[in-house]
């Protein structure tokens, strides 16, 4: 089949495709490829994963699972042999070292050389380095099928993913799309794929421009995040409120984007992606200053708040040794239950290490074990807070009563600034005081 059949059979909605890695970016595609008509098959090596998909039990909570019934799912790369397109949605994390740990890509890749055939598309969507789909992944094809030509026999692209869960505004199917094409055919060819199900594509020159576009988007938001949670250390080298500057400052109707301290930088995307792009940089010999920096403020956020900590109990002449601290919220930003590189475990791990009593509470997660920490979300939080010596709000989710923490809580050290003189919840200096409590204690 040549390029102009393969994308007649996509316009005709007449493709079968294959999505490999079912998670939160893999499924809700499977969906939106399902929807545009294609036949969709998804490949992953979880059982589970597989099982549920195919009884149509969803696993991810922005896919229902009445979406997935026209969707088969297997652990069998063979599948391939029978399909038009595969897109790669496999996890890139880094490894113990820091550096990307693509392995997942290379294995996907792998299993895919081995059952592909002439006439059919390839897209990474994996967050990874510049460089990475041309130097690896078309390598990795064509070790198995030397034949055959990219951009003739076979199309090749990258388009990185955007999901963001949880977000109803932004869907996979309404979200602008950058595809980056290795040759101007593969270009068309993915274009042609994805444009069935997608409204609107991004095209550039290349895969590696679309993979740099989609670093430089989250990079940009650590090292915004790190110059904000600097404003605070440097708002408090002056006696300035950072929040009262901050919103001072984003009344500037133009040139101006907030974003505000807290206690560092979690989930699965910002702290990982600015390091794949340090990372290649590094091999190029350049050094990323801006993104090591960001990265050493933000990953200092933990011991910064943890010395808050150290400091109101002393005001208290309290030590840290044996008092009893409860930390609200664990997951790494509010209203979900996510904990991945969640800056509260940091904090809990510093604050034990320095000998507290450290409970936990969090309303989306229930119990977690991280490295040697297995902890269990308190159940009765009332209780809890008045039998802190010290409360740490980590994870400002929606759910928590505040007047009740304010007016039960000894001492509060507020990462997100839940409290502050002009939000209304705050209740007045003197009811805190009336009620025999310190006035919270806030960055
Ligand atoms: N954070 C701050 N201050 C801020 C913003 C965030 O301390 O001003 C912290 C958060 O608490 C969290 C971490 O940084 O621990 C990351 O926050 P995030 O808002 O970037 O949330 P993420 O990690 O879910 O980022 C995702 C990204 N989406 C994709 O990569 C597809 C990001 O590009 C989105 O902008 C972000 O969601 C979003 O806007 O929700």
């Not at 967050?127 to 055959?148: F, K, M, Q, R, W």
């Not at 500057?245 to 560092?264: E, I, N, Q, S």
């Not at 801006?290 to 109101?312: C, H, R």
Request: charged share 20%.
């Amino acid at each position: 089949m040549d390029k102009q059949q393969l994308i007649e059979k996509f316009e005709q909605r007449r493709a079968h495709v294959a999505v490999v890695g079912l998670g939160y970016v893999g499924l809700p595609l499977c969906v939106a490829f399902a929807k545009a008509g294609y036949k969709v098959t998804g490949i992953d090596l979880d059982p589970n994963k597989v099982d549920a998909i195919n009884r149509s039990e969803s696993y991810i909570e922005d896919v229902p699972s009445a979406a997935l019934g026209p969707i088969a799912a297997t652990s069998d790369y063979r599948v391939i042999a029978q399909c038009d397109a595969v897109t790669i949605c496999v996890p890139t994390p880094l490894n113990k070292t820091g550096d990307p740990n693509i392995s997942y890509i290379v294995s996907a890749t792998a299993q895919i050389a081995r059952h592909m055939h002439p006439g059919m598309v390839i897209v990474l969507e994996s967050t990874t380095y510049p460089g990475t789909t041309a130097e690896i992944v078309l390598p990795g094809l064509l070790e198995h099928n030397p034949d055959l030509q990219v951009g003739k026999d076979f199309f090749l692209a990258f388009s990185p993913e955007r999901i963001d869960p949880g977000r109803a505004d932004w869907t996979v199917e309404n979200m602008p799309k950058v595809m980056g094409g290795h040759t101007p055919d593969c270009l068309d060819v993915a274009s042609a794929y994805y444009s069935q199900a997608i409204g609107a594509l991004v095209p550039v020159s290349s895969p590696a421009a679309a993979e740099m576009a989609k670093l430089f988007e989250n990079t940009f938001r650590s090292v915004n995040i790190g110059l904000a949670n600097e404003l605070l250390l440097m708002c408090e080298k002056l006696g300035l409120d950072a929040w009262e500057v901050l919103d001072a400052a984003a009344t500037k109707p133009f040139g101006f984007m907030k974003f505000t301290p807290g206690p560092g930088l979690g989930g699965h995307c910002i702290p990982v992606d600015p390091h794949y792009l340090s990372w290649k940089l590094k091999s190029v010999k350049y050094n990323a200053r801006f993104i090591e920096l960001a990265s050493e403020i933000n990953t200092g956020m933990p011991a910064y708040w943890v010395q808050k900590v150290q400091d109101a109990l002393n005001e208290a002449a309290k030590p840290v040794k044996n008092s009893h601290i409860l930390v609200l919220g664990v997951a790494y930003k509010k209203d979900v239950g996510d904990m991945r590189e969640s800056p509260a475990l940091d904090i809990i791990h510093l604050l034990r290490a320095k000998g507290a009593n450290v409970q936990y509470h969090d309303p989306h997660v229930p119990h977690f074990t991280h490295d040697e920490m297995a902890m269990i979300s308190v159940v009765d939080l009332e209780s809890a807070v008045r039998q802190a010596d010290c409360v740490v709000i980590a994870t400002d989710h929606s759910s928590y009563d505040w007047h009740f923490m304010a007016e039960n809580a000894a001492l509060i050290i507020d990462t997100r600034r839940v409290f502050s003189p002009e939000r209304k919840h705050t209740p007045a200096a003197n009811s805190a005081e009336d009620a025999g409590h310190r006035i919270p204690v806030t960055a």
